[in-house]
């Protein structure tokens, strides 16, 4: 069916974020065109690259952003061990080198953890990415395109979490900026007082922020975030590793779906009527390459590979919502992928 409104929620995850451009390319060619994008970090990075470009431009802008973030080693990718070994590599360079484009080394950094080193509270500076936000999106049509953008934060101080929407407020790059912040990473970035950072330890996929205001037409919520509940139980203490961030950051996504899916419930079992509204969810499976520090692999193949999932994963939901029966009511479909081989 053809829904009054599409909204797509895109979660946080550094380099994991290629997952969304891969999705976000298949919806662009399936037709679908979001009315609301709600995003955190990556996401919001995503949204602000899809709602600040013509049309035509949108997914060329998110190849553009993710080819400059690439760390161009010359190595071959390989399989199984070897290729852990380069995921590893082009890690471990990220961190060393930084993402020229994104972030870099900052002074004292990580060397104010050493006795008698003035106190940081944070080990990399991201302000390259503010020129890269710069001259890739355009603030101007972020602000009056017709695609409404939330980005979403957290106050260092308080432990809020801060929403800015274009309903409301003019989003710069210094919310986007604010919403990748994440510590103990970047520095907090300062806006009207307050030291805002990003919201992914608290709501890294913020669902419930799309439903605040409860729909009023029929409408399809797209989900899409990097990190996955389901996965094989770990065998090593570095898949132990990755495993807690997936646990982490994709927990409160379910959490809010699950309240979601109470509310409409209890809506039903009292006689309130509701519009038709499907939740598609897609979740990045990591394969058995990706390490621990897979956020921080800017890899040629991972990037590649991400992508490539992200568009696989949104082809099948679409074949899945192609195929349900949308009634009045709340309807959730997940997209349960398998992990990259």
């Given amino acids: 069916m053809a829904f009054d409104q599409t909204i797509v929620v895109l979660g946080g995850g550094n380099a994991l974020g290629a997952y969304l451009g891969g999705a976000l390319e298949a919806l662009?060619?399936?037709?679908?065109t979001p009315d609301w994008i709600v995003g955190v970090s990556a996401g919001a990075v995503t949204g602000a690259l899809i709602a600040g470009a013509p049309p035509e431009l949108r997914i060329a802008k998110l190849r553009e952003f993710w080819a400059e973030s690439?760390?161009?080693?010359?190595?071959?990718?390989?399989?199984?061990?070897?290729?852990?070994?380069?995921?590893?590599?082009?890690?471990?360079?990220?961190?060393?080198?930084?993402?020229?484009?994104?972030?870099?080394?900052?002074?004292?950094?990580?060397?104010?953890?050493?006795?008698?080193?003035?106190?940081?509270?944070?080990?990399?500076?991201?302000?390259?990415l503010r020129a890269t936000l710069r001259r890739l999106v355009d603030f101007e049509r972020v602000n009056t395109s017709g695609i409404r953008l939330s980005v979403g934060c957290v106050d260092l101080a308080s432990g809020d979490e801060v929403f800015f929407d274009t309903r409301r407020d003019r989003i710069s790059a210094d919310h986007l900026m604010a919403s990748t912040a994440i510590t103990p990473l970047f520095e907090p970035v300062e806006i009207d007082g307050r030291a805002l950072c990003d919201a992914g330890y608290v709501n890294n996929t913020p669902v419930d922020v799309a439903f605040a205001e409860p729909p009023t037409c029929s409408t399809l919520c797209i989900v899409i975030e990097p990190f996955c509940l389901a996965a094989p139980l770990p065998k090593s203490l570095d898949a132990a590793l990755e495993r807690s961030q997936d646990l982490m950051f994709a927990s409160p996504t379910?959490?809010?779906?699950?309240?979601?899916?109470?509310?409409y419930a209890l809506r039903a079992r009292h006689g309130e009527p509701a519009p038709p509204i499907v939740i598609l969810h897609l979740a990045y499976r990591s394969g058995p390459d990706e390490l621990a520090v897979k956020a921080l692999d800017f890899s040629p193949?991972?990037?590649?590979?991400?992508?490539?999932?992200?568009n696989r994963d949104a082809h099948a939901a679409l074949e899945r919502l192609a195929q349900a029966i949308v009634e009045p009511g709340l309807q959730y479909i997940r997209v349960r992928a398998e992990a990259q081989a």
């Fill in 70 to 128: 690439q760390v161009r080693s010359g190595f071959m990718a390989g399989h199984g061990k070897l290729r852990q070994y380069y995921n590893g590599w082009h890690a471990a360079f990220s961190a060393l080198a930084g993402r020229p484009t994104i972030f870099k080394h900052r002074w004292p950094g990580l060397w104010s953890a050493l006795p008698g080193s003035p106190d940081d509270v944070a080990i990399f500076d991201h302000e390259p």
């Fill in 301 to 310: 193949a991972s990037i590649r590979d991400r992508w490539e999932a992200g």
């Fill in 254 to 263: 379910r959490k809010s779906i699950e309240a979601l899916q109470r509310e």
């Fill in 28 to 32: 662009t060619e399936a037709g679908i």
